[in-house]
Nanobody, 112 residues
Framework: QVQLVESGGGLVQPGESLRLSCAAS????????MAWYRQAPGKQRELVAT???????NYGDSVKGRFTISRDNTKNTVYLQMNSLKPEDTAVYYC??????WGQGTQVTVSS
């Protein structure tokens, strides 16, 4: 089993930044893919970014150039640095491990 705990969400104004963290515990493999998803009210959950064990990354079109995913395998933690936030980034952000395990989510609200 794997447990994931997200943190770092909050309320910010457009143009500001936030950094989300996801700490993993349990049967962790540093080679596993980790990812961030988000779900806005009334919308389907969408993939935001992924990172492989070797550090390869991939981003959704809506966040390319603004968000950066990274991981620290020594701390079993994945991060999502979000810059130039927009109101349409408002959503609950979820961490995913190995395409199988989910965190409880953290709310990000971008509003003036």
């Amino acid at each position: 089993q794997v447990q994931l705990v997200e943190s770092g969400g909050g309320l910010v104004q457009p143009g500001e930044s936030l950094r989300l963290s996801c700490a993993a515990s349990g049967r962790i493999f540093s080679s596993s893919v980790m990812a961030w998803y988000r779900q806005a009210p009334g919308k389907q959950r969408e993939l935001v970014a992924t990172i492989t064990g070797g550090g390869g990354t991939n981003y959704g079109d809506s966040v390319k150039g603004r968000f950066t995913i990274s991981r620290d395998n020594t701390k079993n933690t994945v991060y999502l640095q979000m810059n130039s936030l927009k109101p349409e980034d408002t959503a609950v952000y979820y961490c995913n491990f190995g395409w199988a395990y989910w965190g409880q989510g953290t709310q990000v609200t971008v509003s003036s």
